[in-house]
């Protein structure tokens, strides 16, 4: 459809350089498809102490890889008993549900129904990013990962594997947060005993948010920026 296009609008860099190194000659834009409406309190990024809580925020489906996150948080109590997984997330209908059912027995096979807990949809979660000590994505790919944005806008750090698209235009790698080999469950497993091991890394990641480039980047008044550019540049307005 190249010659049906006039160009392509994306939401990451990383996808606007693999669509011009598809199709050189086409214009692509990449321009955020969301931004921070406003700072949090600041409060949201003082040093606290360690609730325990893991959090995925992912419709139960098997793109979201959600198992990975699951035999880690099984292993990582085995250490470290005071930790817990909150998954908020719609189940996802697809083949009867098969995948919810899966995951619902991967927990009874471990035993883990004390400390790993399906949520459900959520509609508001602020309080629940808050008092999270870490959001973890394990998709196997992404559009963009909006729910890497709003933790971080909530002052909790992010363990993600380092997919397209998304993840490593959020986070800087041992600022923010930890960007992973993708699907590598060896190495999400070890990253999280680490940071429960040293929970000053934690906070660390919290006190860098505010100040860190790539969150900055989507603030309202810069994505503002970025649309009325474009609409100046194709001449829209």
């Known amino acids: 459809m190249e010659d049906k296009l006039s160009g392509v609008i994306c939401a990451t860099k990383q996808e606007r350089a693999d669509l011009l190194q598809r199709l050189p000659g086409l214009t692509v834009y990449a321009i955020p498809v969301t931004y921070r409406e406003k700072s949090e309190p600041e409060e949201c990024f003082i040093p606290k102490q360690e609730t325990g809580k893991i959090l995925a925020v992912a419709r139960l489906?098997?793109?979201k890889q959600l198992d990975h996150l699951i035999n880690a948080v099984c292993t990582l109590h085995e250490t470290f008993p005071f930790v817990s997984l909150d998954i908020y997330g719609y189940k996802d209908?697809?083949?009867?549900?098969?995948?919810?059912?899966?995951l619902t027995e991967l927990v009874q096979t471990h035993q883990a129904g004390e400390y790993i807990h399906f949520a459900g949809y959520r509609r508001d979660l602020q309080e629940v990013y808050e008092a999270a000590d870490f959001l973890v994505l394990t998709s196997r790919y992404e559009g963009f990962a909006m729910v890497i944005l709003e933790a971080l806008s909530h002052g909790c750090p992010v363990v993600s594997y380092d997919i397209n698209y998304g993840p490593s235009e959020l986070i800087t790698q041992e600022k923010t947060g930890l960007l992973l080999p993708a699907n590598d469950q060896q190495a999400l497993g070890e990253a999280l005993h680490s940071?429960?091991?040293?929970?000053?890394?934690?906070?660390?990641?919290?006190?860098?948010?505010?100040?860190d480039t790539h969150f900055t980047y989507y603030a309202k008044?810069?994505?503002?920026?970025?649309?009325?550019?474009f609409l100046v540049e194709e001449k829209l307005r």
């Open 195 to 211: 940071l429960y091991a040293h929970p000053e890394k934690r906070n660390e990641f919290r006190q860098n948010i505010p100040q």
């Open 93 to 102: 209908g697809w083949n009867q549900y098969r995948e919810t059912k899966r």
């Open 61 to 63: 489906s098997e793109v």
């Open 221 to 229: 008044k810069n994505v503002q920026h970025l649309w009325q550019a």
